[in-house]
């Protein structure tokens, strides 16, 4: 499995940006879907925005969409997630999270590679 470490979280007032970087170690990077998912107090996990191996496809949550950009860079084995308009209700821990090209985002929990989290606060 691939290693993720997620980094780039932090505090910021409502209407800011943060750019969110996941760092993935091994081979199989450039090989493997991307996606950020986010946990706030209180509620299950959920997915925020997913990029296939290429970059070619990318898929958001309505509720970010306009807002945020997936990117990825094979050649740093990296993926990016830029938060623009940051609102109070983003306020989660941040998964970065890796899974074979093409997966149903369900699958992703029980099938895919996690990172430990960032926390994103947003202040009103």
């Known amino acids: 499995q691939v290693q993720l470490v997620e980094s780039g979280g932090g505090l910021v007032q409502a209407g800011g940006s943060l750019r969110l970087s996941c760092a993935a170690s091994?081979?199989?990077?450039?090989?493997?879907?991307m996606g950020w998912f986010r946990q706030a107090p209180g509620r299950g996990r959920e997915v925020v925005s997913t990029?296939?191996?290429?970059?070619?496809?990318?898929y958001y949550a309505d509720s970010v969409k306009g807002r945020f950009t997936i990117s990825r860079a094979n050649a740093k084995n990296t993926v990016y997630l830029q938060m623009n308009s940051l609102k109070p209700e983003d306020t989660a821990v941040y998964y970065c999270?890796?899974?074979?090209?093409?997966?149903?985002?369900?699958?992703?929990?029980?099938?895919?590679?996690w990172g430990q989290g960032t926390q994103v606060t947003v202040s009103s």
């Open positions: 091994g081979r199989t990077f450039s090989t493997n879907a």
């Open positions: 990029i296939s191996s290429s970059g070619d496809s990318t």
């Open positions: 999270a890796a899974a074979r090209d093409f997966l149903p985002i369900r699958m992703w929990e029980s099938t895919g590679s």
